[in-house]
């Protein structure tokens, strides 16, 4: 009988904890929250989809079964290198027949116009130049010809690639410097000045700004040297600049105990150094250092290789047998040589693989470049190599943010771009103001998330429960994070630091953003039978509403939406314009023109906000609040959906969206 009992009470808890649908008698319901903080919640809780119609949806939790780590090849030279100066744009320069033409013609030198190239809208009113052994930028990124030492811009980089799931990224430290020392310090008239001091050490600055937001809570990438030209050299160097003070221990990639680099060692058979150039990483070095093998794409593979890039044909990327390692790639350089522009400049067929749009199974390059072909048939590389019961523990993807391309004059009138050319012979993740925007971004996005995460489950148990005061959001499960500190006042160099840029406005010399208004930190959201409620926190007491548009906005998009009653995916916008203390409901009638259909509840209570909407008015019900929404303050060109990567603050970011109810 007492055996009985205490079974009876056992059974009895276990149909309380497990939340039972009736009685214990129903289907279990899975927590919507699994087991995750809210910082991998909010990560495994956003959707999207991109400009071309690709969905990204939430998924359930990281998978298990073995070791998944993503890494991605980041670039610190943007304003450091001897070879920096003004700004020249290949894709804006081929936009004339005559900038076509310089592209190619040895002869330029600084200073020197291309004629015809005067725009004012593309920011050259006197013209472009076209100097050759210059750096050139292959097209404008997102954030304007930057400089690698911007905080603002690496704050943004680290909450993009937190996003998307990435561990760690790998610094481009393969030649002569190690960027702790920028290069064109000579042009700094005032060195103690703080933002000069910023600008003369990059790597420090993106460190420390990685640093900054590792504290906060969320899993921002940590960092992995990659070397290779006189790699022992390199890894000392390294070392004694970032390593022995030990300030960035917590922020260093080691998975398996010892901080993760990339280099040269007695054993290599996979890197292209040789004679002076080929110094290999000490003992005492490699005693300190999780050491993977520099791997170039056209010497032989090796054990404990490390790739960067992969140039394997037939839509199979190379898989690293022992250390279970692949490389996918935005684009690869051509067959012939290591030159993006070889393609164009000789139009050898077998180049065309250096386009973002390369169609191997065609071989022929996809019409719709800007959509990514080859990069998603590498990601298909890596699903194929899972499905045949292959384990590939890592990926490396390059690159993020490289966009320069070195005009080269190797002999005679001959001209080479080094590694890029344009906005379509390029490898950069990062995105872009003109072309191809966010789609290789979402890509990495969707991918990743395949990659590590399994699929979302459809038996969430979302809480119903009514709220009356702000303290009431204090236990709901479903909080929605966002970074701290991404709102921030942009004031610093561009890549053009030279004396006087600045004062001239010459393109790329000097941005301004002080568009950070309200600093959105988390938002938490529930519903009963009639109302769903948000609370929305920020860092500060949020500020009045002074009139626009864009003051503490909610975008929803519900199951309704169609491409011809929204803005973006949005059929609905809550708060664009608040009356009488209520916050505005408004219904898309096609793109950005809205039909207000009523009026929520609105509390500010210093940094917090709470709105009460009812579901009624989203077409929403107790048993359909399946939608996707985001907050946004002081985006500055709101029309525009890339200006959600920029201006004010989104949560989150860009064209991502939190998911509820799904």
């Not at 760690?168 to 290069?183: Q, R, S, V």
């Not at 590498?378 to 499905?387: I, T």
């Not at 519903?527 to 920020?538: A, C, E, F, P, S």
Request: proline content about 3%; charged content about 25%.
């Amino acid at each position: 009988m007492k055996k009985k009992l205490v079974s009876l009470l056992t059974a009895l808890l276990l149909c309380v904890s497990a939340a039972c649908m009736s009685a214990c008698g129903g289907d279990t319901m899975t927590d919507i929250r699994r087991g995750m903080d809210e910082y991998s919640f909010t990560k495994a809780s956003f959707s999207a989809t991109d400009r071309v119609g690709r969905k990204i949806t939430p998924m359930h939790k990281e998978k298990t079964d073995h070791e998944r780590y993503v890494g991605v090849f980041y670039f610190l030279w943007l304003g450091t290198h001897l070879s920096s100066a003004g700004v020249y744009d290949v894709t804006k320069l081929q936009k004339t027949a005559e900038g076509a033409a310089a592209v190619f013609d040895a002869s330029y030198r600084l200073g020197q116009k291309v004629p015809n190239t005067v725009n004012a809208e593309e920011g050259y009113p006197d013209g472009m130049e076209s100097p050759t052994n210059y750096v050139h930028w292959t097209n404008e990124p997102l954030y304007g010809y930057y400089n690698t030492a911007d905080d603002w811009v690496v704050a943004r980089h680290m909450e993009l690639l937190t996003m998307a799931g990435v561990d760690f990224i790998f610094f481009d430290t393969t030649n002569e410097y190690d960027y702790a020392e920028n290069e064109h310090t000579g042009f700094v008239s005032d060195p103690s000045d703080p933002k000069n001091v910023q600008l003369s050490r990059p790597t420090y600055a993106v460190l420390d700004t990685i640093l900054e937001l590792s504290d906060q809570g969320w899993d921002v990438p940590q960092v992995v040297f990659y070397t290779n030209n006189k790699s022992g050299e390199r890894v000392k160097e390294i070392y004694e600049d970032f390593y022995a003070s030990g300030k960035y221990d917590s922020i260093w990639f080691a998975p398996f105990g010892k901080p993760m680099i990339v280099g040269t060692t007695d054993k290599n058979k996979g890197t292209d150094q040789t004679g002076d150039n080929r110094v290999d990483i000490s003992a005492d070095m490699q005693e300190y250092f999780d050491v993977r093998e520099s791997q170039w794409p056209n010497q032989a593979s090796q054990s404990n290789g490390f790739p960067w890039m992969d140039w394997s044909e037939g839509n199979q990327n190379f898989y690293f047998e022992d250390n279970k390692v692949m490389n996918v790639n935005v684009a690869q350089h051509g067959s012939s040589e290591t030159s993006y522009s070889a393609y164009t400049h000789y139009g050898r067929p077998a180049d065309g693989r250096s386009s973002r749009g390369w169609n191997e199974a065609e071989f022929s390059i996809d019409e719709d470049w800007e959509s990514g072909k080859n990069i998603e048939d590498q990601w298909d590389s890596v699903f194929r190599y899972e499905e045949n019961g292959k384990e590939v523990e890592m990926v490396t993807v390059s690159a993020w943010n490289e966009w320069l391309a070195w005009k080269y004059n190797p002999a005679g009138d001959s001209i080479l771009y080094v590694d890029n050319f344009n906005n379509q012979f390029s490898r950069d993740l990062e995105m872009d103001r003109d072309y191809y925007q966010d789609n290789f971004y979402l890509q990495l996005v969707r991918n990743v998330r395949k990659y590590k995460y399994g699929a979302a489950k459809d038996d969430y148990e979302w809480e119903e429960k009514t709220v009356s005061s702000l303290s009431d959001f204090d236990k709901v499960q479903a909080k929605y994070k966002d970074f701290v500190g991404d709102a921030r006042v942009r004031d610093f160099y561009g890549f053009d630091i030279r004396t006087g840029s600045k004062e001239a406005n010459l393109l790329g010399s000097w941005y301004t953003d002080t568009s950070n208004r309200n600093d959105i930190v988390e938002t938490a959201i529930v519903h009963d039978g009639k109302n769903v409620y948000l609370r929305i926190q920020t860092k500060d007491d949020i500020t009045p509403y002074a009139g626009g548009e864009n003051w503490m906005n909610v975008l929803v998009k519900t199951k309704a939406s169609t491409a011809e009653n929204s803005w973006e995916g949005y059929n609905f916008i809550i708060n664009r314009a608040p009356v009488d203390g209520k916050a505005s409901v408004d219904m898309s009638v096609g793109g950005w023109n809205w039909k207000n259909v009523g009026a929520a509840d609105m509390k500010i209570e210093k940094n917090q906000m709470m709105i009460t909407i009812p579901l009624a008015m989203l077409g929403l019900s107790a048993e359909n609040f399946v939608f996707e929404f985001k907050v946004a303050d002081n985006v500055t060109q709101y029309t525009d959906i890339m200006d959600y990567y920029i201006s004010g603050d989104s949560a989150p970011i860009g064209r991502l969206n939190y998911a509820y109810g799904y």
